[in-house]
């Protein structure tokens, strides 16, 4: 068994981040197919599996939360750990530094999958948390 990332995609409806998204409870490790676990960019998110100094450390859960995240969180309790948030293009921007193994579809083309497609990803906000 190995480390996964779930995540939740949040959109700023007015003053509010509304979840649209969320691949929590689903077998989801960087791609949908669910295979080859990709540590390099777990590490490039938040330090996990791949510490490197230059690398951000988790920031915890944002305070503004969308019900959704706060409800994804709640229900995986003490199994999810290294908790931490960042724009949609950060994320697809950790995704893409690493060398992806043939087949691995780039990131922002999943995020693309459950987003309109006029939405800006920096206008979203990624809340994210891995398990073992």
């Known amino acids: 068994m190995g480390c996964d990332i779930h995540y939740i995609i949040e959109k700023k409806v007015e003053d509010k981040w509304i979840g649209v998204f969320t691949t ?10 669910g295979k080859n676990r990709n540590y390099d960019f777990f590490g490039r998110l938040a330090n996990v599996r791949e510490y490197d100094a230059n690398h951000p450390d988790p920031k915890g859960i944002p305070d503004d939360i969308s019900d959704l ?16 948030y960042c724009t949609a293009g950060e994320f697809c921007d950790a995704f893409n530094k690493n060398k992806r193994k043939k087949g691995q579809r780039p990131e922002h083309e999943i995020l693309g999958i459950y987003i309109e497609e006029d939405v800006n990803i920096n206008d979203l906000r990624v809340v994210f948390y891995f398990d073992n």
């Open 24 to 33: 929590a409870g689903l077998y989801w490790e960087c791609h949908p197919e």
């Open 69 to 84: 995240s706060r409800m994804c969180i709640s229900e995986i309790g003490t199994d999810g750990h290294s908790h931490s």
